[in-house]
């Protein structure tokens, strides 16, 4: 299968830790979306790679987020300091430079206790 | 502000029994209108992209179309595996890719 994949599927924390999400886009997509869905909710939008430069943030990725795509190849999504709000999961997609059709990982599910 | 509505929020209807689900959106130049579904616990999986008022796409028991204000999600002679929750996204011209999601409408349906 090559589509996009997410480590690890799940992941249960205590308030106060820090945690790392990776992602890895379909072979070629140069650009890399990060979202976040709770519960009943549709996907929020995080952040956007163009291969390695991050050019977009949304004013939900507090300062204790940061992602990266070191070679605009995978990526890392980190939560510093986990707080409970941040239970829900948490979806990578990647798309072609020509389309707009973003295809989405399976997610990571985060829940902090 | 691009914003995204989806109703009804969860539908239930008979094997065989066909409907739409309504995705209402206002957004500042439409690139894009995509239609996802999502069964529990997986990521979502594309379905369609509309671009342009009076377009229409067919897959299986599944037809989009789009005008101006407005997406319809029409389902014919659904079966049980056609359950789970369909989300509609927009994608502006300007700015990011990124898409903004209505919250999504569950569909069961029942044998």
């Known amino acids: 299968d090559t589509g996009v994949s997410q480590d690890p599927r799940h992941k249960i924390t205590k308030r106060g830790q820090n945690v790392t999400f990776r992602c890895d886009p379909i072979?070629?997509?140069?650009?890399l979306y990060w979202y976040r869905q709770t519960l009943g909710q549709g996907p929020e939008f995080l952040t956007y790679?163009?291969?390695?430069?991050?050019?977009?943030k949304s004013r939900l990725l507090s300062d204790r987020f940061s992602a990266e795509r070191p070679k605009g190849s995978f990526s890392t999504l980190e939560i510093q300091r986990t707080e409970q709000g941040d239970s829900a999961m948490y979806l990578c997609?990647?798309?072609?430079?020509?389309?707009?059709?973003?295809?989405f990982g399976p997610g990571t599910r985060l829940l902090v206790l | 502000e691009d914003q995204v509505t989806q109703s009804p929020e969860a539908l239930r209807l008979q094997e065989g029994e066909s409907s739409s689900l309504n995705c209402s959106y206002t957004?500042?130049?439409?690139?894009?209108l995509f239609w996802y579904r999502q069964d529990p616990g997986k990521g979502p999986e594309f379905l369609f992209t509309?671009?342009?008022a009076g377009e229409e796409k067919e897959k299986e028991r599944l037809k989009a179309t789009l005008t101006k204000k407005e997406s319809f999600l029409h389902i014919t002679a659904p079966k049980p595996e056609d359950s789970a929750t369909y989300l509609c996204?927009?994608?502006?011209?300007?700015?990011?890719?990124?898409?903004?999601f209505g919250q999504g409408t569950r569909l069961t349906i029942n044998p």
């Open positions: 509309l671009y342009s």
């Open positions: 997609a990647s798309s072609f430079r020509q389309s707009e059709t973003q295809y």
């Open positions: 996204a927009v994608q502006a011209l300007e700015g990011a890719q990124k898409l903004v």
């Open positions: 072979s070629e997509h140069n650009r």
């Open positions: 790679f163009q291969n390695e430069a991050q050019l977009e």
């Open positions: 957004v500042s130049g439409l690139r894009g």
